[in-house]
C-alpha cells in the first residue's frame, strides 16, 4: 500500500507571496491533518479534514488554510508569507476505523522563504 | 504551555542494552498516546500507541508504558540496535467523538547507540 505522498518536496517563495501544497493521503484513508515543524516551536497541529470537512484547527492565523477534495486528497494554502513560516510542512493521514487512530506521516515539503 | 514535555533532548545508550524514553504530559483530557521515531528529511514514522484505557502495551522491541496518575509514560526498547538512533517523538491526542484531533507533540528526544 502506498504511504502518503506530498508535493513539492522543496519551495523557496518570497515574503508577501502566497504557496500551495499537496498531499495525498494513504489510500482509504479520510482524515487529513496538516502539522508544521520548525526548530523553536517543533511539531504543530495546523489543521484537520474529513469528508471535505475541517473538523479540528490549531492555534495559527487565518493566512494559513486548507481544503480536501472529494477522493481526499487535500491541499494547504499559506497566504502572505512571511520569514518566520519557513518550516518543515507535514500531511498525516487516518483511517479512523474502529480503534485505528493512529496518524501516518508523509516526508513534508521544506518551505523556505526569503 | 508546554502540554507534552520530553525533559531530555538526548540520550546515550549501548547497543544490546535497554533504552527508556520519557514523556509527561499537563492535560488530563488526553486519552490516547503515540511514539513516533524520525530521522533528518524524513515525517515522523508511527511507532507503537496506547490508549488510557491500559497501562501497557507491546510490539516487538517496544514497550509503551503509561501511568494515568503520574501522567507519564514511557517508551522501552529492548534491545537496542543502531538502526535505533533517531529523534523520538511522543504525542498525545484527546479524542472526541471518535475523531482523530490534532496531536500534541513532546519536542523530541534524540536516542544515539553506540556500538
Known amino acids: 500500500k502506498a504511504g502518503v505522498t506530498q508535493t513539492p518536496r522543496y519551495l523557496i517563495k518570497t515574503r508577501g507571496q502566497q504557496v500551495t501544497l499537496s498531499c495525498s493521503p494513504i489510500?482509504?484513508?479520510?482524515?487529513v491533518s496538516w502539522y508544521q515543524q520548525t526548530p523553536g516551536q517543533g511539531l504543530q497541529f495546523l489543521f484537520e479534514y474529513f469528508s471535505e470537512t475541517q473538523r479540528n484547527k490549531g492555534n495559527f492565523p487565518g493566512r494559513f488554510s486548507g481544503r480536501q477534495f472529494s477522493n481526499s486528497r487535500s491541499e494547504m494554502n499559506v497566504s502572505t508569507l512571511e520569514l518566520g513560516d519557513s518550516a518543515l510542512y507535514l500531511c498525516?493521514?487516518?483511517?479512523?476505523?474502529?480503534?485505528?487512530?493512529?496518524?501516518?506521516f508523509g516526508p513534508g515539503t521544506r518551505l523556505t522563504v526569503t | 504551555d508546554q502540554q507534552v514535555k520530553q525533559n531530555s533532548p538526548s540520550l546515550s545508550v549501548q547497543e544490546g542494552r535497554i533504552s527508556i524514553l520519557n514523556c509527561d504530559y499537563t492535560?488530563?483530557?488526553?486519552?490516547?498516546f503515540l511514539w513516533y521515531k524520525k530521522y533528518p528529511a524524513e515525517g515522523p514514522t508511527f511507532l507503537i500507541s496506547?490508549?488510557?484505557?491500559?497501562d501497557k502495551n507491546e510490539d516487538g522491541r517496544f514497550t509503551v508504558f503509561l501511568n494515568k496518575s503520574a501522567k507519564h509514560l514511557s517508551l522501552h526498547i529492548v534491545p537496542s540496535q543502531p538502526g535505533d538512533s533517531a529523534v523520538y517523538f511522543c504525542?498525545?491526542?484527546?479524542?472526541?467523538?471518535?475523531?482523530?484531533?490534532?496531536?500534541?507533540f513532546g519536542k523530541g528526544t534524540h536516542l544515539i547507540i553506540q556500538p
Open positions: 504525542a498525545a491526542s484527546a479524542r472526541t467523538g471518535g475523531g482523530a484531533d490534532g496531536l500534541t
Open positions: 489510500s482509504g484513508h479520510r482524515s
Open positions: 498525516a493521514s487516518s483511517s479512523l476505523r474502529a480503534g485505528d487512530y493512529e496518524q501516518y
Open positions: 492535560n488530563s483530557m488526553f486519552d490516547y
Open positions: 496506547i490508549s488510557s484505557i491500559k
